[in-house]
């Protein structure tokens, strides 16, 4: 149980002052979990039929969510017209 207050710790320490990447992450924290089921079924739907090792599918599936969503987080950034569909300011 300690552990649970080590990391409280480390939280408090280092994530309590203002940071770009802080900033970045809050904003990202809503599309990300708005985008994350569709790369999710995504890559199950690709990599499980493969005949590979499951750890491996497993890592494949969450580079491919990952870099999938923050990749189309950065496209709709961008995109000023798609930043509402998002909860993101204009």
Do not use: Q
Not at 13 to 31: D, F, G, I, V, W
Not at 38 to 67: C, E, G, Q
Request: proline letters at 4%; charged letters at 15%.
């Amino acid at each position: 149980t300690l552990w649970i207050f080590t990391v409280f710790g480390f939280g408090h320490r280092h994530l309590n002052k203002p940071s770009n990447m802080l900033t970045y992450l809050s904003e990202a924290a809503y599309p990300v979990y708005i985008l994350h089921m569709v790369f999710l079924y995504l890559a199950s739907w690709v990599i499980f039929p493969l005949d590979i090792d499951a750890f491996l599918k497993f890592i494949i599936v969450i580079v491919f969510t990952f870099l999938g969503c923050f990749i189309t987080y950065e496209l709709v950034r961008k995109l000023k017209w798609m930043r509402p569909l998002f909860g993101l300011k204009v």
